[in-house]
């Protein structure tokens, strides 16, 4: 849908209307130089002729034919030209103030948020699209501020979080260094112990590179043919070692031999159903199943994760938002660094798509809709 045009009809009006007054002021003065060689007129010009220079009514009526009767052409033409001259400086003058008010409301775009934008009336409609960029420009900084509070505090516990695996690696490591003739099984306790901490400081760890390379939107796509049954299946394959763990397991129902043929990045895709899995298998209740399906519809194919575990109704909008976490607890091991999402929704987007979730409060779904390039319908590519 177009953007509705902007009405400066009333500025329009105002100034054809200012024009018509001018244009109608230089008729009269061309009227009454005009009448200059009316008898009555004449008779006005050399009376005052003779009062001015003191002469008689046969000098001064001469002097009315040579000074003034003889050029009266030349007078009408002055007179139009000194009426452009104010008509031009007027317009100018006119275009000035707007472009000074439009100037002035460009600043306050940028200036103290309580400063409100007032244009003349005849600019309403333009004073009416500056207020809604201030609004939206208010928002988004808004947003930002959030996003970077949130990231602060991510960081700040993740910082927090790693001191605590990074002491125990440590503690034990140097109970092993100190008694290298430890009975077996304890040693094989505090090596299996030092081990988990150690892999819980790498998850952090990769958090924190996680926030230090966000920065999707300055990548390109490359994109290309995808099937999408076989992408999930690989998926599946690798997330079998996360879910075996939790008793968890993905259920694939995508009809093999059916198209799910799209045209996009393969690498970013893959990072998108990456990421809701990752979130599936974090937030899901155990010994659960992680379905997926996908169906095809017009020019759009929809792939719908769902499992088992709800999500608060006033959550479901956050959780696509840069460093929220859906559980908050700085302890969980299951909450990330609030970007898997996010970076998924970007991805989705840039893909000409859209990411949403629901959820009835004992099963959340999550779907991605992608749009079907007519160049790539078919499984041979044109």
């Known amino acids: 849908m177009k953007n509705k045009k902007p009405s400066y009809s009333a500025l329009q009006w105002k100034i054809y209307l ?19 060689a009316d008898n009555r007129a004449a008779d006005l010009l050399v009376s005052l002729i003779r009062r001015v220079f003191s002469i008689d009514y ?71 699209k500056l207020k809604v960029i201030k609004q939206t420009l208010e928002k988004r900084e808004q947003e930002a501020k959030t996003a970077e509070q949130r990231k602060n505090d991510v960081v ?27 009975p077996f099984e304890q040693k094989a306790k505090y090596i299996n112990i030092t081990l988990e901490k150690a892999n819980r400081l790498e998850k952090l760890v990769d958090e924190f590179f996680e926030i230090a390379r966000y920065n999707f939107q300055a990548d390109a796509l490359a994109k290309t043919q995808i099937d999408l049954y076989y992408m999930l299946a690989q998926m599946t394959d690798e997330f079998y070692p996360a879910l075996a763990a939790k008793g968890k397991a993905i259920a694939l129902d995508i009809p093999e031999d059916e198209d799910f043929i799209i045209y996009g990045d393969p690498d970013k895709l893959a990072r998108v159903f990456n990421n809701i899995l990752k979130n599936a298998v974090a937030y899901s209740e155990d010994n659960g199943v992680i379905n997926i399906t996908a169906k095809v519809s017009g020019d759009k194919i929809s792939v719908i994760f769902t499992n088992a575990g ?17 559980d908050s607890s700085r302890s969980s091991d299951a909450g990330g660094a609030g970007l898997g999402l996010a970076i998924a929704k970007e991805i989705v987007v840039s893909h000409g798509g859209k990411i949403y979730a629901d959820s009835d409060g004992a099963h959340t779904t999550f779907t991605v ?6 160049a790539y319908t078919n499984t041979q590519p044109m």
């Open 18 to 36: 200012k024009i018509a007054l001018i244009a109608f002021a230089a008729l009269i003065v061309v009227a009454l130089l005009t009448n200059l």
């Open 310 to 326: 709800g999500v608060p109704k006033d959550k479901l909008a956050a959780i696509f938002e840069k460093f929220y976490r859906l």
């Open 58 to 128: 046969a000098a001064a009526r001469a002097l009315y034919f040579q000074a003034i009767r003889s050029n009266l052409d030349y007078f009408i033409y002055a007179a139009f030209g000194i009426f452009f001259l104010i008509l031009s400086r007027f317009l100018l003058s006119q275009f000035a103030k707007y472009f000074n008010e439009i100037s002035g409301g460009l600043d306050t775009l940028v200036g103290e948020k309580d400063e409100e934008i007032k244009l003349s009336p005849e600019m309403a409609s333009m004073e009416q």
């Open 156 to 182: 700040m516990y993740l910082a927090h979080d790693i001191k605590t695996p990074l002491t125990s690696v440590i503690g034990y490591l140097s109970l092993l260094d100190e008694a290298p003739d430890m």
């Open 369 to 374: 809709e992608l749009p079907v390039d007519s």
